[in-house]
């Protein structure tokens, strides 16, 4: 995931484990040009479910806040997208 042309600041690995489960479990294309969404809440409950990560609530909640911070998601109207880094 750390991509030496990717403009975003680097976060730590559990939180970018974090962002390849949501990007590989959860999203989904709706007829919005191609966009990426997902409701903060199911993103939640999938970071708390999964197999592939062991985390607290609150860790969830934080991991999900530094994506957002970082540009790795924007949020509308309570839905998290992903954030395309330009090439």
């Known amino acids: 995931m750390n991509d ?5 600041l680097p976060l ?3 939180i970018l484990d974090a962002y390849d489960v ?11 040009e191609d966009a ?3 409701p903060r809440e199911q993103a939640l409950e999938i ?3 999964t197999n592939e990560l062991t985390l ?11 994506l957002l911070e970082r540009g790795y ?9 992903v954030t395309a ?3």
């Not at 949501?22 to 919005?32: A, E, G, K, M, P």
């Not at 998601?73 to 997208?81: K, S, T």
Request: overall charge negative; some cysteine; hydrophobic content about 25%.
């Open 4 to 8: 030496s042309t990717d403009p975003r």
């Open 12 to 14: 730590s690995e559990w």
């Open 22 to 32: 949501l990007c590989t479990h959860s999203f989904y294309s709706d007829n919005r």
């Open 36 to 38: 990426q969404s997902v």
């Open 47 to 49: 970071l708390l479910r």
């Open 56 to 66: 607290e609530p609150e860790d969830a909640n934080y991991a999900l806040s530094r």
């Open 73 to 81: 998601f924007y949020e509308v109207d309570d839905e998290l997208r």
């Open 85 to 87: 880094p330009e090439k």
